[in-house]
């Protein structure tokens, strides 16, 4: 069982940053991919960005540029920096692993972007 804790979110300005952490009791070697989703109330989840065990990143449209995922494999930790946050940013974030076709998730961490 791989369990997941993020934490790192809060309420910000728009134009401001946070970084969001993802602690994981497997490490990140082992996954296939980790990653973030979020979802915003009245919208479907919506995948954000993902590293691959090979290295591989790749980010949504809505965030490329903006937003920056990478992992500590000695730490067991996945972040994402988040810059120029917009209000449509404003979701609960969720870390996910993911191993030989079964998703793992945290409870989420919610980020809310408002003057």
């Known amino acids: 069982q791989v369990q997941l804790v993020e934490s790192g979110g809060g309420l910000v300005q728009p134009g401001g940053s946070l970084r969001l952490s993802c602690a994981t009791s497997?490490?990140?070697?082992?996954?296939?991919?980790m990653g973030w989703d979020r979802q915003a109330p009245g919208n479907e989840r919506e995948w954000v960005a993902r590293?691959?065990?090979?290295?591989?990143?790749n980010y949504a449209d809505s965030v490329k540029g903006r937003f920056i995922i990478s992992s500590d494999n000695v730490k067991n930790t996945v972040y994402l920096q988040m810059n120029t946050l917009e209000p449509e940013d404003t979701a609960t974030y969720y870390c996910?692993?993911?191993?030989?076709?079964?998703?793992?998730w945290g409870q989420g961490t919610q980020v809310t972007v408002s003057s």
């Open positions: 497997v490490s990140p070697l082992f996954a296939d991919s």
């Open positions: 590293v691959t065990n090979g290295g591989r990143i």
């Open positions: 996910f692993f993911r191993r030989l076709g079964l998703d793992y």
